[in-house]
């Protein structure tokens, strides 16, 4: 997945009357993601219309019951009210493609408004400055430069020198920092539940890191600076407890928004 699809929460009628606002959500990317957010996002009431610029995405959106139409139109998000970045694969294709499709610099803007952003997996790593996969002759890739540092490589052996498999596949548990407040993203989920991952790349730390998880060392797995969010883990995958979170972050969309207020 190279994040150039996108999906918006279109106000119809009912909605328009209960909230008083159209709230439009952009998801950017594809796969199972998308249709794990249409999902909730209809259970939460908010009537759906997807796009994105491919027919099988498009075809997993219908099916969760959105109505899809097909679009590569960068354009799409800076009517959004909110965009989640999804995505498997290499930083540096990733970027290339965003660059490319001119959705760089306006998902860079729309988050320095305080647009609600969500970075799934490889769009949680494309909010950080540079990124070590698909480095070339030029240096590392950059990314959003949202945050600080550079994602690199998850190392394949702890400090004691005991192996771990790279790639990091399968459930762990979400530590959040010891006497933190409730980040809203987490509202309801205590400390140490369990949600499914599978990458080889991790962010770098920081003050900006809201939860962490360990597989041959501490790496944060949840990022945020303002509305802007992040998660290494995937929350389609990851059964209620990831519903939960895409429900958190409907509800921040909303929060975010004055006139969806009432």
Sequence with gaps: CTATGFLTLDGQRVFAERFGAVPQLVVCGGG?????????????????????????????LRAAGADARITDDAAEIVAADAIVLPGV????????????????????????????????????????????????????????GVLPGCVDRMPRQDVEGRAYKVPHVGWNTV???????????????PSGTYFYFTHSYIAPDGPFAIAHTTHSMTFPCAVQKGNAFGVQFHPEKSSDAGAAVLRNFVEIVKAASPALQG
């Design 32 to 60: 199972h993601v998308a249709a794990a957010l249409v999902k909730q996002a209809k259970l939460l009431g908010l009537p759906v219309l997807a796009i994105d610029d491919r027919e099988e995405f498009a075809q997993q």
């Design 175 to 189: 530590d959040f920092p010891a006497g933190a407040p409730e980040n809203p993203l987490f509202a309801g989920i």
């Design 89 to 144: 694969g290499a930083f540096a294709d990733a970027a290339a493609t965003m660059d490319e499709l001119g959705q760089t610099e306006v998902i860079r803007r729309r988050i320095a408004e305080g647009v609600p952003f969500l970075g799934i997996c490889l769009g949680e790593h494309l909010l950080f400055e540079e990124g070590a996969e698909g480095a070339g002759a030029d240096g590392n890739p950059r990314g959003l």
